[in-house]
């Protein structure tokens, strides 16, 4: 073993120094895990009434507080969740919609709804004012 022994009266070692610099990389670490876990939880936090969407080559639109109109394959409607009857729909609809500047609804409807309960529901939001309608679809998948 060897020893420094310091003969002379100045002490050339400094005992008890710190270091003066903060080291943020473990907080970076943990704050980049974090935004990891948020971004890819973020999706799932939403959920709604289960569809079979159609598919449809075009991207989706997002507008953010929209009002969506779902039919299920049963002819069950649903405006954002709360469910609504064929038959007061039209007033619901106009209800919904007399302080609104955008008059524009999104339509979600079962792929396997006939056609013809699809364009009813459509002739029956026409009928209560709504300029336009838009139909919500799912994105195909690419090869």
Known sequence: MAFNVDAGGGDNRRIGT???????????DVVLVLLLIF????????????VNLPKAA???????????LTVTKDRTLYL????VSLGTLETQLRDVFKGRTDKTLYLKADAGLA????VETMDRVRRAGIERLGMVTEPTRER
């Open 18 to 28: 710190s270091l003066a610099e903060i080291n943020i990389i473990p907080l970076v």
């Open 39 to 50: 971004m890819l939880t973020a999706p799932m936090m939403y959920r709604g009434i289960d």
């Open 58 to 68: 075009s991207r989706p639109t997002a507008v953010e507080e929209r009002l969506v």
């Open 80 to 83: 954002n969740d709360k469910p």
């Open 115 to 118: 056609y013809g309960a699809v």
